[in-house]
Every structure is written in C-alpha cells, then in structure tokens.
C-alpha cells in the first residue's frame, strides 16, 4: 500500500470531514423527517377507510421508501466508515484492497471506502 495520506494534505482532509459530517447530517435528518411524515399521516388518516387503490399505492410508496433507507443506511455507514478513516489516517484507502482512491473520486464521493470496480461489485451483490 503506497502512501497516499501524504498526497492528501491535512487542508484537504478537514475539508473532507466537514462534508463528511454535512452529509451525514442531512441524510439522518432526511430520515428522521420521513419518519415524522409517516406518524403525522397515520395520526391524520389513521381511523379513515382505505380504498384498495389506497392500500397498493402505499404499498409500493413503502416499498420504495425502504429501498431509500437501505441506500442512506449504507451510505451513513461508509460515511462512518471514513470519518473514522480520517481519524485513523487512512482515508483515501480501499477498505478491501488496500489500493489507493484516486482523489477525484473522494472529491466526488466522499464517503468512498472502496475503489470504483471494488463498489461496483458491492452494489451487484445487494
């Protein structure tokens, strides 16, 4: 493993878990609002008849949200994952193969523990 926390300057690494911690913010945030949306809408409607209809379309609507909390629960995990990578002074490392990130990829993703190939293979297999 070559040292990449080098090329990485210490600038760039706050810059990181500051966007870092942004994020995870907003997305358990996100969560928390859904959840609160949810109990608001059972309170409103909780006694109401349900149509068929009604009952299909919330059916998928909840089949979708739960595919959205999988993804924000991976995400708040990798995101974890980093943070704790800065503290250990690797970040910037494949959390698989030890291969360096290339930095364009944690600009983008910065919550990237694995490699691109490394990622998408995680994500076949989910």
Wanted: charged share 35%; net charge negative; hydrophobic share 30%.
């Amino acid at each position: 493993m070559s040292d990449q926390t080098g090329a990485l300057s210490k600038d760039f690494l706050e810059q990181q878990r500051k966007r870092l911690d942004e994020l995870q913010g907003t997305l358990l945030g996100g969560e928390e609002n859904t959840i609160a949306n949810d109990r608001a809408s059972e309170e409103e409607h909780g006694s109401e008849a349900e149509e068929f209809e009604d009952a299909a379309q919330a059916s998928a609507q909840e089949e979708i949200d739960q595919g959205l909390r999988n993804t924000n629960d991976q995400r708040i995990s990798d995101i974890e994952r980093a943070l704790q990578k800065i503290a250990d002074g690797t970040y910037g490392f494949s959390d698989l193969s030890g291969d360096p990130i290339p930095i364009e990829r944690l600009k983008a993703v910065p919550e990237a523990i694995l490699t691109v190939a490394e990622q998408e293979k995680r994500d076949a297999g989910n």
